[in-house]
């Protein structure tokens, strides 16, 4: 079984200050992990992902992750917040080997004050 | 730029009308998602299709939802009748044929539909 936890509904930083977003998942198998951007009245979209290859992945817009299998978590983070960045953001989880139907957290809404 | 489409983006309807959305995978895609997202219960799977076949549609309620693909570039998605708590944004997603090595989606830009 499968499971993502998004450890903070909501994240407030100022513009140009680092961005942490926490996510921790579990799986039986071994996970891919992803996450995904939703800016308003819109789809969502891949922001980056993990599947076995580097445990630091960088993705769009400054955005990276790393996975850390000690921990079973995989943050994003980026260095210095744009107000485009205003978004939710949802990580997820699927199991290579395992049932592959993704798993998503219930998203962190990142605000960026000015 | 290969992209999901989903039909209509906005729908107003009232209680008890019959509600249809339609969504175009990208060409090639072989899976199919759709979910639900309200701000109470996040993003819900409602069902999802393999090679035009339905695999799992445990997350749909079965007395008024209904899922088919009619060919490899229609879903639909069917209410019926609706009812107020169905008012939520449903997203429709593909996926590619090696999904289970990627575990990648592509979404649409979701179906609102608010029900009176």
């Known amino acids: 079984a499968q499971s993502v936890t998004q450890l903070d509904s909501h994240v407030s930083v100022s513009e140009g200050t680092p961005v942490l977003l926490r996510c921790n998942y579990s799986?039986?198998?071994?996970?891919?992990l992803f996450w995904y951007v939703q800016h308003p009245n819109k789809g969502l979209q891949l922001l980056l992902k993990y599947t076995s290859a580097a445990t630091l992945v960088k993705g769009i817009n400054g955005f990276e992750a790393e996975f850390k299998k000690s921990e079973t978590s995989f943050h994003l983070t980026k260095p210095s917040a744009h107000m485009s960045d205003a978004a939710e953001y949802f990580c997820?989880?699927?199991?290579?080997?395992?049932?592959?139907?993704?798993?998503f957290g219930r998203g962190t809404s990142l605000i960026v004050h000015p | 730029d290969a992209r999901v489409t989903q039909t209509p983006r906005h729908k107003v309807t009232e209680m008890g009308q019959e509600v249809t959305m339609r969504c175009q995978p990208i060409?090639?895609?072989?899976?199919v998602f759709w979910y639900r997202q309200t701000m109470m219960q996040g993003l819900e799977l409602l069902a999802y299709?393999?090679?035009?076949?339905?695999?799992?549609d445990s997350g749909m309620p079965k007395d008024r939802f209904s899922a088919e693909m009619p060919d490899a570039t229609l879903a639909t998605l069917k209410i019926q009748p609706s009812e107020p708590r169905d008012s939520a944004v449903y997203f429709c997603?593909?996926?590619?044929?090696?999904?289970?090595?990627?575990?990648?989606?592509?979404f649409g830009e979701g179906s609102r539909l608010t029900v009176l």
């Open positions: 060409l090639g895609h072989n899976t």
């Open positions: 997603a593909s996926g590619e044929p090696d999904i289970e090595s990627t575990g990648e989606l592509f």
């Open positions: 997820v989880v699927s199991e290579r080997g395992g049932s592959y139907i993704p798993t």
């Open positions: 299709f393999r090679n035009r076949a339905p695999l799992d």
């Open positions: 799986s039986s198998y071994s996970p891919s």
